[in-house]
């Protein structure tokens, strides 16, 4: 049963929230109903998906006060830490370097299409200046700016599009009913767990970055396996909150890292640190949807910023990881964590400028396509756009390479300097005679096809 939004009593609200609490809670009982009807999505809706879908490359910023330990994002709970000495190192926080112009050109450089900030984390920190609690980066740190409004607004001059992640968790506030992970950190007051004044938070917070922060691509929820292990299912009540979302920005497209087949309402299913049908980090073996698919996964190990870990994938591991996931059909997500001054790592810039070099000459190959006619093979990759077949060679130990096409080829050429490729047509497919693939991050071979 659905539990209706409750108006809270006891919150200190800044005045311009008192106008916005019953429009809310009108929304909130409007998607409350709505819900009773299987979700469709709007036109609105359907063309987002469309151009998310065809732009295959974006960016995660996790990035929050635990940059501040340098630890990385789950170092409140990996140390079990008291949750109120925690809080503390707001009052430290001082990113004096974050300039949001930097970060978006640099992305952009990159050939991102879109990036994905870290709003709120499971440490219950709000990287922006939210009315709903004093524990943001606007009213609980020396630096006092809302980066949220920066990076967005620089986000809309670039030309790049905004979305949101926001946890379903939180280690810090006594009213999340704790799950597993929760009760691994101290310092919460567990007798003041409250499930309809923590979902009512949680709504009025993302109505604040759907209605104060333009338009909103996607919200990118975490969280919902906190409670895979409850006895009894914990109801996150998913449905009103997507029907929120889709009630106050149409076209804002709904994702859930929740490592499950997709829920009703959603409208991007992800796969964490793995490639759809695959499953090597154990945590993406659910069925793949018809829905628009996004891998994520990090540049080094860590999400958030961790100071010992330097351990980042090459730039020829990273640029063949994105054309592998444009294979599958689906985008990459890849990650960043900012240092607790406010700049990107180098390391990080420095392979996103391999990344935007290598797609500025190879980007038609990625951009707008889909899964090719040739699953992943141990050579490497095909993508397609229209009647283009792209053949993307990692590794190949021979001179010729055979593909069991079931369509005709009418011509070969080599995507980077437009030279013929000779082939054959036979009964086991096409044969190419590309030589020998040397030194090369990704040999691309375009076929015309009917």
Known sequence: MAVYPQLPTTVDLKPKTMIKRTL????????????????????????????????????????????????????????????????????????????????????????????????????????????????????ATPFGRDVLKELTKECRKQGIRVHLYYSHIDWGRGDYPAGRTAKGVTGRDTDTEDWPAYYDFMNRQLNELLTEYGDIGAIWFDGWWDHDEDATPFNWELEEQYAMIHKLQPSCLVANNHHQTPFEGEDIQIFERDLPGENEYGLSGQSISKLPLETCQTMNGMWGYKVVDQNYKSPETLIRYLVSTAGKGANLLLNIGPQPNGELPA???????????????????????????????????????????????????????????????????????????????????????VGRVVDTVDYIVELTTK
């Open 24 to 139: 809310l809670t009108l929304i909130l009982l409007f998607a409350v109903g709505a819900v009773q009807a299987q979700y469709v999505p709007t036109e609105e809706n359907l063309q987002a998906r469309k151009e998310f879908a065809e732009s295959r490359f974006g960016i995660f910023l996790h990035w929050g006060i635990y940059s501040s330990f340098a630890q990385g994002e789950w170092y409140l709970q990996n140390a079990g830490l008291d949750a109120s000495e925690y809080k503390k190192a707001a009052d430290a926080f001082y990113p004096h370097r974050f300039n949001a112009k930097e970060w978006v050109s640099a992305i952009k450089d990159a050939g991102a299409k879109y990036i994905c900030f870290t709003t709120r984390h499971h440490d219950g920190f709000s990287m922006w200046d939210t009315d709903q609690s004093d524990y943001n980066i606007v009213d």
């Open 347 to 433: 390391a990080a810039i420095e392979r996103l400028k391999a990344m935007g070099e290598w797609m500025r000459a190879n980007g038609q190959t990625i951009y707008g396509t889909e899964a090719g006619d040739i699953k992943q093979q141990p050579w490497g990759v095909t993508t397609r756009k229209g009647d283009k077949l792209y053949v993307h060679i990692f590794e190949l130990d021979a001179e010729t390479l055979t593909l069991p096409l079931d369509v005709e080829v009418v011509e070969a050429v080599s995507f980077a300097d437009r030279k013929a490729v000779p082939y054959t047509t036979t009964d086991e497919g096409v044969i190419l005679e």
